[in-house]
């Protein structure tokens, strides 16, 4: 793949700049501050180099990439499948097809934006691979996103300017569609399906659920093909309890907070320092201590240090993104999680096992007290 393919593949995936820049410090590569500058010096160094070097540049940058589209900025949901129908699928695994499409036929690059502007709203199986107690399937489609962009008066005539001077920031919305990399992993060890939804951060709730559902029914087909047989995925994992046990633990820090109290007030807070946790905050901690610590909390983001070696750690954090009215329902659920600022596969496995260790805490929780 051409050395500029690679990073505006690379810099079109909008990846927290401080995560690119550790990925690149991992692999070795030459880096800036910010993406103008770093791509000025990856494509002198790479001018520069033998071809030998050229090819291991273009490696690493390839690697990278490939880690970015199967872990970073993901809403994750998690669902049990019966052992049998995990058997079969692994058995009768020949049976899947890659279907044509332009997704496929260019991937993992990006099609044109004509093409994608072209393209139907489907999902198209893209690429598949597996082991002996894993598959992993790329989907890819296209949806409308919508980007924030700082409008700057000096880019109008004058009578413009005089209007838009009298503000002291303007923004406008532009949508435009994007190509998605969605993931399911089937793994045979936990009898477990897992859809990460591309981007998923950035995509409101309504639209996230319709993207889920979409996802799932496309997959349910697809396992009835490949096994033959009706395949219907159980509901999803309910992950509202984790909320509940992350905020009275002590592991990871808590950077947001969602709850309410019994005098019926709602509050959300938000901590920016990355070093400081909101469970031992001094105006958080004032006010839990004037109600007793009575808080129901629906709301709750954490990240953890997790450290790649001497020099280089990333900080990925853990949305657990419920809503008020769930406190009220009787038959509360919540579906899906946001995981984000991962900069490779490993930090992403980190946080889905802390996630996983929270869950079996419930669990062992359930049992005593029954």
Known sequence: MPLQTLLNNLRNRNIPWPVMSTSFKYHGLTIGRGWDVTVAKLKETFESSSPEDQQKQLSSLSAIYKEILLSCEKSARFFTVDENIVSQFFNKIDNLVIPDSPFKSDYPNLISEDELNDIDLNIYLTSFSSTSNKATLIFCSKRLTQER?????????????????????????????????????????????????????????????????????????????????????????????????????????????????????????????????????????????????????????????????????TQPELLLPGVVRMLSQTNTSLNDVIISNCASLNDYSFITGKLEGFLEQNESNESTET
């Open 149 to 313: 962009i700082d409008i700057k008066a000096t880019q109008f005539e004058q009578s413009v300017q005089d209007i838009l001077n009298d503000f002291s920031e303007v923004i406008g919305i532009k949508n435009h569609n994007r190509q998605h990399f969605d993931i399911v992993v089937i793994d045979k060890t936990s009898n477990g399906i897992e859809i990460r939804l591309d981007y998923g951060k950035s995509i409101p709730s309504n639209d996230r659920e319709a993207s889920f559902r979409h996802i799932q029914n496309y997959l349910q087909e697809l396992i009835s093909e490949v096994i033959e047989t009706e395949f219907i995925l159980s509901p999803p994992i309910d992950l509202f309890p984790v909320i509940n046990s992350l905020y009275h633990s002590d592991d990871g820090r808590i950077c947001e907070l969602a709850f309410t109290t019994e005098t019926g007030s709602i509050k959300h807070e938000k901590m920016r320092r990355r070093d400081e946790c909101l469970r031992s905050e001094a105006y958080h901690k004032g006010g839990s201590a004037a109600v007793d610590g009575n808080l129901s909390v629906y709301k709750i983001a954490a990240t953890w240090e997790y450290t790649i070696n001497d020099k280089l750690s």
